[in-house]
């Protein structure tokens, strides 16, 4: 019985290479793809239910604060790139953030496990085209933003070991929670005012029309 679910198990896992090495192999060629959020870790921009369309692009060619989706494991994620290490001339890994969680990811993507780029997003109510001028610019600003809000949390993790060591204090505690729902709600503003900007602007194109 251990041996047929192992076997099953190794098939399924090779039906999902194949899955994954088609998908690449035509995202390569330059198809593209869209994809359901079943997650909101990239809220409040991508939220449970939106759709993206993906297109390929180069570890080389990503710019700071672009949406990507990779492969990590038996699933795909989309996170927002922040930067990349060049180990040397052939080998790249990139460090990615979700928008909602106030820590880098700690696993590192490699070039292979890159599937693409988000160029487009299809929400209810909007169509948001991360191509145009605007979006870059704010992408930009927000990869900015969260490069800033990692480093000040882990500041004041630094301030409260140096201080008080590792009791755990609850004003220190307090102090620590504010910060971080502070940088959020700061970030949430940032990607909520761009969005209600581009639904306005769709509004008043659909009203003309």
């Known amino acids: 019985m251990k041996k047929l679910l192992y076997y099953e198990e190794q098939l399924e896992k090779e039906k999902s290479k194949n899955v994954f090495y088609l998908l690449k192999k035509n995202i390569k060629c330059g198809r593209i793809f869209d994809f359901e959020v079943v997650s909101n870790c990239m809220s409040p921009l991508l939220k449970t239910g939106d759709k993206i369309s993906i297109r390929n692009i180069a570890p080389d060619a990503l710019r700071r604060g672009d949406i990507i989706v990779y492969k ?6 989309v996170h927002r790139y922040i930067y ?20 880098f990811n700690k696993y590192l993507i490699t070039s292979e496990e890159l599937f693409g780029k988000v160029i ?73 005012t761009p969005l209600l900007i581009s639904r306005l602007k769709y509004q008043n194109k659909y009203l003309q029309s």
């Open 72 to 77: 990590m494991g038996d699933h795909l994620r």
């Open 84 to 103: 990349k290490i060049q180990k040397n001339d052939n080998f790249t890994k990139l460090v990615t953030k979700p928008d909602a969680i106030p820590h």
């Open 120 to 192: 487009l997003i299809k929400k209810s109510y909007i169509e948001i085209n991360l191509e145009s001028p605007f979006w870059k610019i704010n992408n930009s600003l927000l990869s900015l933003i969260s490069y800033l809000q990692v480093y000040i949390v882990r500041f004041c993790y630094f301030i409260k070991r140096f201080f008080w060591g590792d009791r755990n204090l609850y004003f220190t505690s307090l102090i620590r929670k504010f910060i971080i729902f502070s940088l959020s709600v700061f970030l949430k503003f940032i990607i909520f």
